[in-house]
C-alpha cells in the first residue's frame, strides 16, 4: 500500500515513466498479495480507492506540463466522469456504472504524454482529440470494463488457466515457471516485436532531416508554450532569458491567484477532494460518519484553511514554493483535525484518530498541488485565447527588452 500511495507523487515530475509505473503495479499488487498468501476480501473497494489516488494526481499534474488547452478541458471532462462513476458504484454497488463511464483519461494521459515526450501536442487539433478519445472509449476501454466489471473475469486468471494451462489454485508466478515452453515463446515474439519497433525508429531517425536548411528561420519552442514558431532571431526555450521570464510571469499569475477570490475553483477543489476522500473512506477503518457528514467537515476544512492562507499571504506576502505551501497547508488541515477530533469531540464526524489524519493528507496534498499547478494552466489557457484573436502568445524579448 506505501508503493502505490507514494509512486503516484513521480507522476507531476515524470509524468510518462509515472503513470506507467503505477498501471503495471495496480495490475500487479493483487498477485504479489497472493504470492504472499494474502488475499483480502476488501481488495476491489482498496484497489478502486487507490486508483483514484493516483488518477487525481495525474489530472493535477495536467495542469501543470499540457501545453495543449483543447486535449486539457478533455482530460478534465474524462477524469470527472470517472470520478463520478467510481463514487456513484461505492456508494450503491451498481457495477453497469463502471461500465457506462470507463477509465478513458488513463488511456488518453498516456497518449499524450506519448506525443509530447516524441513530438508535438501542439498540433493535435480538438476534432483529432475527440476522435482519438472515441477509439480509445468504444474499441479499448468499453471491452476492457465490461471484461472486468460486468462478466467479472480476472485477466490474470485467464492468462494463468487458458494460457499456461495451470489449475485455478496455483499461483501466478508458480504458473510461469511451470509453462517454459509457452513462456519462452511469448518472451521471445515480445523480443522480436520490440527488435522491429526498434529497428523502424532507427530508420526513421536516419530519414529525418537533420536540421533547418540554410538560411531558414529554426522551429523553436517559446516560452512554457508549445507551438513552434518560425521566427528569426528567437532563442531556444532551454535558454535562461526564458526560462526567467516564464518563471517571472508563472509567479506573477500565482500571485493573482493567490490574492484573489474565485469560488469556482474553490468549488472545484471541495469537489475533487470530497469524492476521492468519500471514495477512501470506504475502505478506512474505525469510520462512524456518512458520506454527507465527510463533504461538510472536508469543505469547512478546505474553506477554513483558504481563508486563513489568503489573510496569511496578504499580511505577509506570497510563498513561491511548494514546500512553504506544502507546510503552511498541512500545518493548517492537520491543526483542524485536532480540533475535531480532540478539542471538540462532541462535533460529527467521528473518525479513528488515524483516519482522520488520513484524511487531513489528502486535503492537504491535493489543495496544494491544485493551488500550484492551477495558475500554469491559466496562464496557458490566457495565451491560448491571445492566439485565437490573432495577438499570439506573449515571447520574451531575446535582448532583454
Not at 148 to 164: E, S
Not at 216 to 238: K, N
Not at 263 to 292: D, Y
Amino acid at each position: 500500500m506505501a508503493v502505490r500511495l507514494l509512486l503516484p507523487l513521480l507522476i507531476p515530475r515524470w509524468p510518462l515513466f509515472g503513470i506507467l509505473a503505477c498501471m503495471i503495479f495496480d495490475s500487479a499488487d493483487q498477485s504479489i498479495l497472493q504470492a504472499f498468501g494474502y488475499d483480502p476480501p476488501w481488495y476491489q473497494s482498496y484497489d478502486k480507492a487507490l486508483d483514484i489516488y493516483y488518477l487525481s494526481i495525474a489530472y493535477l499534474a495536467t495542469m501543470r506540463n499540457w501545453e495543449n488547452v483543447a486535449a486539457f478541458q478533455i482530460s478534465r471532462v474524462l477524469y470527472y466522469l470517472r470520478l463520478a462513476a467510481a463514487l456513484a458504484f461505492e456508494l450503491t454497488g451498481a457495477r453497469w456504472l463502471l461500465f457506462a463511464f470507463p477509465n478513458a483519461f488513463e488511456p488518453f494521459f498516456l497518449y499524450y504524454e506519448i506525443v509530447r515526450r516524441r513530438g508535438n501536442p501542439m498540433l493535435l487539433t480538438r476534432n483529432v482529440i475527440v476522435v482519438v478519445v472515441a477509439i480509445m472509449w468504444f474499441v479499448f476501454k468499453l471491452p476492457h470494463e465490461w471484461w472486468v466489471h460486468i462478466a467479472r473475469l480476472d485477466t490474470t486468471d485467464f492468462i494463468k488457466m487458458r494460457i499456461l494451462g495451470a489449475l485455478p489454485s496455483t499461483s501466478f508466478w508458480r504458473a510461469i515457471i511451470e509453462a517454459p515452453a509457452v513462456t519462452g515463446s511469448l518472451t521471445f515474439v515480445a523480443a522480436l516485436l520490440t527488435f522491429t519497433l526498434w529497428q523502424f525508429r532507427k530508420r526513421r531517425k536516419r530519414r529525418a532531416p537533420v536540421g533547418p536548411a540554410a538560411g531558414t528561420s529554426q522551429r523553436v519552442w517559446p516560452a512554457h508554450w508549445g507551438r513552434p514558431t518560425a521566427v528569426a532571431g528567437l532563442i531556444s526555450v532551454g535558454d535562461p532569458v526564458h526560462r526567467a521570464g516564464r518563471a517571472l510571469r508563472l509567479a506573477m499569475f500565482r500571485s493573482q491567484a493567490a490574492l484573489s477570490i474565485r469560488p469556482w475553483l474553490l468549488v472545484e477543489k471541495i469537489i475533487l477532494v470530497t469524492v476521492v476522500s468519500v471514495i477512501f473512506q470506504q475502505v478506512l477503518p474505525g469510520l462512524r460518519a456518512n458520506g454527507i457528514q465527510t463533504a461538510l467537515f472536508i469543505a469547512v476544512a478546505i474553506i477554513a484553511t483558504d481563508f486563513l492562507l489568503r489573510w496569511g499571504l496578504r499580511r505577509f506576502g506570497v510563498p513561491d514554493s511548494p514546500r512553504v505551501d506544502l507546510f503552511v497547508t498541512a500545518l493548517l488541515n492537520f491543526s483542524l483535525v485536532l480540533v475535531f477530533q480532540l478539542i471538540i469531540p462532541i462535533l460529527p464526524p467521528k473518525y479513528n484518530f488515524v483516519s482522520a489524519l488520513i484524511f487531513g493528507s489528502l486535503i492537504t496534498l491535493f489543495v496544494t498541488l491544485y493551488d500550484h499547478y492551477r495558475p500554469a494552466y491559466d496562464m496557458r489557457a490566457l495565451d491560448s485565447r491571445e492566439v485565437e484573436g490573432g495577438k499570439g502568445p506573449p515571447v520574451p524579448d531575446p535582448q532583454g527588452g
